[in-house]
């Protein structure tokens, strides 16, 4: 059961704990997704107050959940209550495999918290999830993912478009 107030803690490294988004995390949900490097590299979700924020965590990453029983997590510092990114794994439409997931506030990046939350990522689809292939998409112009992929194991396997989406996405894999 999910603690209504701060959510089951998922993964756990030696900085980092990563739980299940609860509908109090709205704010930060708000603040990430409007951040300009969401916008250019993930898309516009026009979530731009707590009630849309809370809308698309149920029918996206709580559903996920219920589906799944996985998805995308918060992520924050150990022994900290504030969210610094999310990272996690996704089962979208048109792809054939789960992918993962990444996102951090401007300032948490460049401090090695969003490799290590996707390497602890990737050991959890293989240890606890079984998964024997994880794969990522990112758009071909952002150089930080796909450097920080790279380093997690994925290689570039092909391009794809996903559903309704113009936007041209380098797929990468990992077998695990």
């Known amino acids: 059961m999910i603690n209504e ?15 299940r988004f ?7 949900f708000v603040r990430l997704l409007n951040d300009p490097d969401w916008i250019r590299y ?16 149920a029918k996206s990453y709580m559903a996920q959940y219920e589906k799944m029983g996985f998805g995308l ?3 924050q510092l150990t022994g900290a ?5 999310i990272c996690g794994l996704i089962k979208r439409d048109g792809l054939d495999d ?11 990046r460049g401090k090695g918290y969003a ?26 112009d952002n150089a930080a993912s796909i450097a920080l992929l790279q380093k997690i194991g994925l ?19 990992i077998a695990l």
């Open 5 to 19: 107030t701060t959510g089951d803690v998922v993964i756990e490294t030696p900085r980092l704990q990563m739980r």
């Open 22 to 28: 609860v509908y109090t995390d709205a704010a930060f």
């Open 42 to 57: 993930i898309g516009d979700r026009d979530v731009h107050n707590q009630e849309q924020a809370c809308a698309y965590m």
């Open 73 to 75: 997590y918060l992520v």
């Open 81 to 85: 209550a504030a969210p610094i990114g």
């Open 98 to 108: 789960v992918d993962i997931g990444f996102a951090f506030l401007r300032e948490f």
């Open 115 to 140: 490799l290590e939350a996707a390497a602890a990522t990737i050991n959890y689809a293989r240890d606890a999830l079984k998964m024997k292939r994880v794969v990522a998409i990112a758009t071909p």
């Open 155 to 173: 290689r570039f396997e092909a391009t794809t478009r996903l559903k309704d989406d113009a936007v041209e996405l380098a797929v990468y894999a």
